[in-house]
C-alpha cells in the first residue's frame, strides 16, 4: 500500500507562513491499496486536493471515519467525486451510535449550512454501520481491525493490513485519560505491537497540560513511549495543534530522535507532513518521499 498524507492539523485548518513546511489542512489519509483502489481514512480539509486526483478515476472510493468532529468531515462537500454522476462512495462509520455519526457527515450538507443538498448529488453515496471487516475483505482483499478511542464522543482507530504489512491510524486518542478509557494502555500495546506504520495524535506538549487533560488527545511524550513499547516500524506524529509552528515541529521532531536513540529503540518517528508518501512492503524500512498533493481539478482538464 502507499500512504499519502493530505491533511495532518487537528482541530482547525491553519493556513499561513508558520505552517507551509507541515501544512494547516485537517486530517486525511490516503491509501492506495495493492489492487489500485483507494481508501480514505477521514474527510478533513485535506480531502479537498486528493478529490481532484481520484475524480480522474471511476473505480469505488471508500471513506473510512474515525469520528464526527467537525476536523475530520468538513472536506466531504469538497470532494470532486461526491459530484460525478453514478461514483460510488463507500462510507463506514463503525461507531455503535453510527447513525448519528453518519448523520453529521451528511447533514453539514443541508442546503443551509452548505448550498448543495446531500440528497441532490448526482453520486450514489453508500453509508455503512456494520460489517467493515468483511465487506473491505471480500470487495478489496484487506483485513481491518477496528479499536475504540479514548476520545470525547467516541470514536475507532483503524489497523489496516493489505499484502502482509499492516499500517494502524489512531488519531483523536488521550493515552492516559483522566476518566475511564475505552482503551487501556497495554490494549493499545497489543493492538499496535509490530505494525509498520503507525499514524498516532500527538496533538500536545507537557506545557499544554494540565489544562488540556481530559480533551481527548495525546501527549508527544507518551505517544513515542508507546511506540518504542509495541515494537512499531514508523511512527507517524499526527494532528498536530493548530498553534504548533513548522519551528516547534522541527524541534519535536529532534527531541523523538534522541529519545528514540536513548531507548536503542528500533523505531523510526516523523511528524506529519502533506505531501509525505510511504510505500509499505516487506521489508518496510520507513523511508518515505514528498509527492506534490496539488493536482489539477478535473472539471479544468481539456477534453
Ligand atoms: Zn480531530
Ligand atoms: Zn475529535
Known amino acids: ?24 489542512n485537517t486530517s486525511c489519509v490516503h491509501i492506495q491499496l495493492d489492487n489500485g483502489n483507494d481508501l480514505i481514512l477521514d474527510a478533513g480539509s485535506g480531502i479537498r486536493l486528493l478529490g481532484h486526483k ?17 476536523d475530520h ?5 469538497f470532494f470532486d467525486p ?16 453510527g447513525r448519528m455519526l453518519l448523520n453529521s457527515l451528511m447533514v453539514q450538507m443541508d442546503g443551509t449550512h452548505f448550498p448543495v443538498r446531500a440528497e441532490d448529488l448526482p453520486s450514489f453515496a453508500m453509508p ?27 470514536g475507532v482507530a483503524y489497523r489496516i493490513e493489505d499484502n502482509g504489512v499492516r499500517c494502524a491510524y489512531v488519531t483523536d486518542n488521550e493515552l492516559d485519560p483522566p476518566h475511564k478509557p ?20 500527538a496533538q500536545y506538549t507537557q506545557d499544554d497540560m494540565p489544562h488540556r487533560h481530559g480533551w481527548g488527545h495525546s501527549l508527544i511524550s507518551q505517544v513515542r513511549h508507546l511506540a518504542a513499547d509495541a515494537e512499531v ?12 509552528t513548522d519551528a516547534e515541529l522541527d524541534e519535536i521532531q529532534i527531541e523523538n530522535d534522541k529519545y528514540l536513540k536513548s531507548m536503542r529503540a528500533p523505531t523510526r518517528c516523523v511528524c ?32
Not at 73 to 77: D, E, F, H, R, S
Not at 82 to 97: A, C, F, G, L
Request: aromatic share 12%; proline share 7%.
Open 1 to 24: 500500500m502507499i500512504v499519502t498524507f493530505y491533511g495532518v492539523r487537528g482541530s482547525a485548518a491553519t493556513p499561513g507562513p508558520l505552517t507551509v513546511k507541515y501544512g494547516g
Open 54 to 70: 481520484l475524480a480522474k478515476k471511476s473505480s469505488p472510493v471508500n471513506i473510512l471515519l474515525s469520528h464526527c468532529h467537525w
Open 73 to 77: 468531515i468538513q472536506g466531504y462537500p
Open 82 to 97: 461526491i459530484y460525478q454522476p453514478d461514483r460510488v462512495i463507500n462510507v463506514y462509520v463503525s461507531v455503535e451510535s
Open 128 to 154: 455503512k454501520f456494520k460489517g467493515i471487516e468483511s465487506e473491505l475483505y471480500e470487495r478489496e482483499g484487506i483485513q481491518v481491525v477496528r479499536q475504540p478511542l479514548n476520545h470525547p464522543g467516541g
Open 182 to 201: 475505552a482503551t487501556r494502555y497495554d490494549q493499545w500495546v497489543n493492538f499496535l505491537h509490530g505494525v509498520d506504520l503507525l499514524i498516532h495524535d
Open 233 to 244: 516500524g514508523t511512527l507517524v506524529m499526527f494532528h498536530h495543534d493548530p498553534d504548533r
Open 272 to 303: 506529519a507532513a502533506e505531501g509525505m508518501q510511504f510505500t509499505l512492503t516487506k521489508p518496510f524500512l520507513g523511508g518515505f518521499t514528498k509527492t506534490d498533493i496539488g493536482s489539477e481539478p478535473v472539471w479544468k482538464l481539456k477534453a
